[in-house]
């Protein structure tokens, strides 16, 4: 859509004025027609003008996002920082080591430290007005709880009390991981490996799983971006890929998503991503077991389920049985097509103590009740970019460098009037052979090496070939140096995997997450558009970017 705002784009009080206005429109924009008095309504619930409000419901028509209808002023945005980059590290540290602490340090005190500081680095100090402003855009239960303790937070700034429940189909589901109670063995020589981590989703009313996933990987927000995808997306497309003829009919937009405190449960783009597609997020209160009680029984449903595999570990040491390596069997692709038929063949299908009915009927009854069907995104491409990782980059002649490889494609010749501006690159760390650069006019296009001869790659391996390059006394690294160190890892493994059982593993990783990543990878938008092909552009600097390989 012209003009679309990126959801990291606005600072902390435009996004919660469009959440806001979201939450007052999005019925209204559900319906056929409106009248003027629901219109009047809204209006003045937002303090908007009538006609301003008919313009807001038109947008949320044609885009039901929150992005949609936050205000689209001209010129610099709302809470952009425009202090020099070396003082704003000044202001963060300082209100993390001076105002975030139990001594209670007021905003006067927390100004004239930050003077003091700037006065010794020879940098302008910013004003009183300015430090309030960053202090504002903290979260406010985060610096409530540091200050003044957990507890003054949950009483200032209240929680959820009472138990988790749920009617309606969808209206909450929860995600939660654990680590699977089998070993699965190697797909290259079937020798085993370790245990994989399972991320299971729930929905709260019917007890329908709303989608899982299954990866060597430690949980990461990739893992939660991956889990929601499944759970958001239709499935016939994936059955059919398992070669599995069951039914699976959960999709479509929860309007709440239950988490517990976790790292990789607050990203940005997952809390952004998600209020994007108006998806409510709650964080289980510390010391509420009870608060996680649906996820956490399925959990214990699944493990008991894998205890007739071969390779079971069982959930402690005296249900492991002699030996699970020796006895382990199913790889994770095997495992993974396994658990769908557990899921929707057996466990749907079976009556949910709980419900006193199966959750497929459970599920098939809310829906048939419900008065309209359950949103979906309107473009899934878009979805699934929208909780990847990005970061931002400049577009040059030789193309677009990332991680120290350089990425090009005949579609940046028309990025190139504007050398000056950074766009937003998405990627997906399972696979790196290309990554999705967005134009001004929200779409994204996939940008492939500027090498088109180089394997697709990881963002561990990536990160592991420049470690060891930078060990070696390498400063300034080029692609050809990373990918060759790459390749040669890849014959080490490959040669060795036979011999240790943490190569294998590796191995099997890499492997596992380039399939992942190429099977979830969007289709290119257009296939006429010229291609080049680089040479090496000489060293290439690094730059920060949101890290998710943990």
């Known amino acids: 859509m012209p003009g679309r705002i990126e959801i990291h784009e606005p600072d902390e009080r435009t996004w919660g004025l469009g959440r806001e206005r979201w939450r007052v429109l999005v019925e209204l924009a559900s319906q056929e027609r409106t009248t003027a008095l629901a219109v009047d309504t809204a209006a003045r619930e937002l303090g908007i003008h009538r006609a301003y409000c008919y313009r807001l419901l038109r947008r949320m028509r044609s885009d039901p996002t929150v992005t949609s209808v936050m205000p689209r002023t001209r010129g610099r945005a709302r809470g952009a920082k425009t202090l020099d980059h070396d003082v704003e590290a000044v202001i963060e540290a300082a209100i993390d080591e001076i105002y975030l602490d139990r001594r209670g340090s ?20 910013p004003s009183y007005k300015a430090v309030a402003a960053r202090l504002r855009f903290r979260d406010q239960r985060e610096v409530l709880r540091k200050r003044k303790g957990a507890a003054h937070a949950r009483n200032k700034l209240g929680r959820i009390v009472g138990r988790l429940s749920e009617d309606r189909p969808l209206g909450l589901v929860q995600i939660d991981h654990t680590l699977a109670d089998v070993i699965v063995v190697s797909s290259h020589d079937r020798q085993p490996l370790k245990r994989p981590w399972l991320t ?30 499944h759970a958001v997306l239709p499935k016939e497309d994936y059955l059919q890929g398992r070669g599995v003829d069951i039914s699976w009919p959960v999709s479509g937009l929860p309007q709440r998503l239950h988490l517990d405190n976790a790292k990789e449960f607050h990203s940005q783009a ?36 894998l205890r007739i595999l071969p390779g079971a570990t069982g959930p402690n040491v005296a249900d ?116 999705y650069l967005r134009d001004n006019d929200g779409i994204y296009w996939p940008i492939p090496y500027s090498d088109r001869r180089l394997p697709p790659v990881t963002l561990a391996e990536v990160k592991a070939a420049s470690k060891r390059l930078h060990d070696a006394g390498e400063r300034y690294l080029t692609y050809k ?44 938008q257009r296939d006429d558009l010229p291609e080049t092909d680089e040479d090496d552009v000489g060293p290439i600097l690094p730059y920060p970017v949101e890290e998710w390989s943990s």
């Open 106 to 125: 007021n905003v006067a005190a927390l100004v004239r430290d930050i003077e003091r500081r700037c006065g010794e680095r020879k940098l302008a100090p």
């Open 270 to 305: 997952l809390t952004r991503g998600t209020a994007q597609y108006g998806i409510e997020v709650q964080y289980r209160p510390p010391a509420t077991p009870h608060w996680g009680g649906h996820i956490e029984r399925l959990i214990g449903t699944m493990m008991g389920a």
């Open 481 to 524: 140096q990373i990918f060759a160190s790459i390749d040669a890892q890849r014959m080490l493994i490959e040669q060795a995997a036979t011999k240790t059982k943490q190569l294998r593993r590796e191995q099997e990783r890499s492997t596992r997450a380039l399939r992942d990543g190429t099977l979830m990878r969007p289709p290119r």
């Open 320 to 435: 492991r049985g002699s030996d699970p390596e020796a006895t382990a069997a199913m790889t994770l692709d095997e495992l993974e097509t396994w658990l769908v038929h557990q899921i929707a063949g057996v466990y749907h299908r079976t009556v949910h103590r709980g419900l006193g009915k199966s959750p497929i009927s459970a599920w098939n009854e809310g829906v048939a009740a419900m008065a309209a069907p359950h949103r979906h995104p309107q473009d899934e491409t878009r979805f699934y970019l929208d909780f990847l990782p990005l970061t931002l980059r400049t577009v040059q002649r030789g193309g677009i460098s990332l991680f120290n490889i350089t990425y090009s494609d005949g579609v940046i010749s028309t990025f190139l009037a504007k050398p000056r501006d950074k766009y937003v690159v998405r990627y997906d760390p399972r696979d790196l052979s290309q990554v």
């Open 200 to 229: 299971l989703a729930i929905d709260v009313a019917t007890r329908m799983v709303a989608g899982f996933h299954l990866s060597l990987e430690a949980p990461s927000a990739l893992s939660v971006a991956m889990v929601l995808s």
